[in-house]
């Protein structure tokens, strides 16, 4: 007899809003400045039914966990060479043990919602103390494709 699948340890969903604040010490990890009002306003908006083809937060959390190990914003985005493509932001994989398979977890979502979407590829923003993640994105076959540059405009830069 064949042994038995084991079964999933994490899931992945859209965030729901009973996540919307035990999800903040995860944003507040990834995006330091952003209070919380500022995060129930973006989920809020990111988590309404009209939105689910255009933005999105996805989490992973661990079954039977009610705090969410691993984040994601996204959207899609209209490109001039690609077309259809879906960017995926302030990404964050907190694990005591392993972040790997939330970073995993996460990282195939994207690539589920960008089929359903009709996306041509998935891009990460990643920020420079990303090593981890980044290392275990090029493990997954992405590849850096564009240097992005910022700077803040109007005031913003003190905020």
Known sequence: ???LPEPPSLIVAPLQPAEFRPAYPLVRAVAPRVSLADWLRFARRAAGRG???REGVTTVRHIGRPFPSGLCCWRQDHD???GRVL???HIIAMDLLDA???IDAL????????????????RSVLY???TMLADRLRLGGH???ATLLAKPVGGAEGE
Do not use: F, W, Y
């Open 1 to 3: 007899m064949a042994p």
């Open 51 to 53: 939105r689910a083809n």
């Open 80 to 82: 001039l060479e690609e």
């Open 87 to 89: 960017t995926a932001e």
């Open 100 to 102: 790997a398979p939330v």
């Open 107 to 122: 990282t195939a979502e994207l690539e589920r919602i960008a089929a359903r979407l009709q996306c041509r590829s998935v």
């Open 128 to 130: 420079p103390d990303a």
């Open 143 to 145: 590849k850096p494709a």
